[in-house]
């Protein structure tokens, strides 16, 4: 910290600052007089005037006022929303450049988190397409708007002229609104008429259903009355098959609206394949539900992801990147290093779309799943596939891989584990019956490299880490996936 320390700056300063990094969730560092500053809405190579937000004993918080100079990585953000959405927070940066910060998330997870000496991180492999990648968007109804606010407008030619952005402020009118959570305010949304995620029909829908929605004066469902009857809005496009199911997720069953909707949708948007009604009368916000019923076509899209044919329903879970879920998995058997005589478990198997996806390599599969649905889904998926190698087993897994349980000695050992866990990884229990059961070979896929480097550490007396290839499902987000190959020593 040298010298500066948090006491030369205060809330609400205003400072100029070399921006020279990117930090973890989208933030990007400078550095005032060798103190650490995280700054929101810049680009490493930018000069930037911010505003200090917080002051923390060895950090502190700002938020960009306008760009001095902009960073030769600085691209003009293509969607009208961004700034306030928080859904594409690196649209301003340079496509190569974000690649280059989510190769380095892993390098640094692997090294700081788990403690590991210039790990074998193989080149990023990144999208083909950095827009429209998306085959499901979920928006939600809200009463309240987010006021769209604009970001730091940069003039590239005359950067000291760059406009500063207004600060936030909640438009307080009753009305409804369709959009886009902004982050950490979950009673307002940010009305969205163009989203450049997922395909062109997909924002028709949207305001569409929008201006049913007003036209009929419907009410917004609020969580505080536990009344109301709109919660979201799910489009579901297939990339490869094209079909296309619009999912309104409803507090209340209303036949005559759903009807009158699907009637008047199915003429403005042609494209619409499928019209759902999920019916949600439970309190939690979330876009699944008791019951749903099908007002158009048969309920179900088609998607393709190599050579297999996935059916997905409304509450079915599928990777939204199709093109890039297909690079995935394809990484996930190549490092899985797969013989004809190999016996694999995936766990955390989901719909069964790895297991499925590397069955032509194996003698059998084995998934184990805690949610009953997508092992319904995985069962009906192997069917629909002729796939007779693959069985799916309901259950916790950290109650499953315990010795009580005489499932463990019941099944044969595998020969390789495949594990995608959620976002918060595995739990210490499922960590350590790994250790026990010590397959050959473990293929980790993970959608958080700092969890997936804290749970290798715990493999690592026991297993090397022959490569770690970092694959980019998410454009223009900092998230990024991440499979790593492990050997158990000899
Ligand atoms: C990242 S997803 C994996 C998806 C799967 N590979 C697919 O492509 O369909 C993680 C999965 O782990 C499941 N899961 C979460 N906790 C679990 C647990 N304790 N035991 C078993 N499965 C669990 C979730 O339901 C989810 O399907």
Partial sequence: ???????????????????????????????????????????????????????????????????EQASPYRVAPRCRHFGPCGGCKWQHVDYRLQLKFKQQHVVDAFERIGGFVSPN???????????????????SFAEKEWLDVLPPKVDFEHPEKSASPPSEIGNQQSEIHLGLHVPQRYDKVLEITECLLQSEPSNDI???????????????YSSDEDAG????????????????????????????????????????????TTVVNTINSKKAQIAFGDREKVYAGTGIIHERLGNLLFTISAGSFFQTNTSQAEKLYAVAKDL?????????????????????????????????????????????NAKANKITNCSFVLGDLKDRLTKETDWITSHPKPDVMIIDPPR??????V????????????????????T??????????????????????????????????LVLRP
């Avoid at 919660?231 to 409803?250: A, C, G, H, Y």
């Avoid at 007396?461 to 190959?485: G, K, S, W």
């Fill in 1 to 67: 910290m040298g010298d500066s320390g948090p006491a030369l700056l205060k809330r609400g300063d205003e400072i100029v600052l070399g921006v020279d990094d990117a930090a973890f969730e989208g933030r990007t560092i400078g550095r005032h007089e060798g103190f650490v500053v995280f700054v929101d809405g810049a680009v490493p190579g930018d000069t930037v005037r911010v505003r200090i937000l917080k002051v923390k004993k060895s950090y502190a918080e700002a938020k960009v006022v306008s760009v």
């Fill in 121 to 139: 991180v193989l080149p990023i492999i990144g999208s083909d397409e950095t827009f429209f990648y998306r085959n499901k968007m979920e928006y």
């Fill in 206 to 220: 949207l305001n569409f259903v929008r201006s049913f929605a007003r036209r009929e004066k419907l009410a917004v």
């Fill in 229 to 272: 009857y709109l919660r979201f809005l799910v489009i579901r496009q297939s990339r490869r098959t094209k079909e296309l199911m619009v999912n309104l997720v409803t507090f209340e069953h209303r036949p005559e609206i759903m009807t009158q909707l699907t009637k008047e949708l199915l003429q403005a948007v042609p494209e619409v």
């Fill in 336 to 380: 899985a290093a797969l013989k004809s005589t190999d016996l694999v478990w995936d766990l955390y198997s989901g719909t069964g779309s790895i297991a499925l996806f590397v069955s032509d390599a194996v003698n059998h599969v084995i998934g184990v799943e805690s949610v009953s649905a997508a092992v319904e889904d995985a069962d009906r």
């Fill in 424 to 429: 918060s990884g595995m739990h210490p229990r």
């Fill in 431 to 450: 960590v350590k019956e790994i250790l026990e059961i010590a397959p050959p070979r473990i293929t980790y896929v993970s959608c958080n490299p700092a």
């Fill in 452 to 485: 997936q480097a804290r749970d290798v550490k715990m493999l690592a007396d026991r297993y090397e880490i022959l490569a770690l290839q970092p694959v980019d499902m998410f454009p223009h987000t900092y998230h990024i996936e991440n499979v790593a190959q």
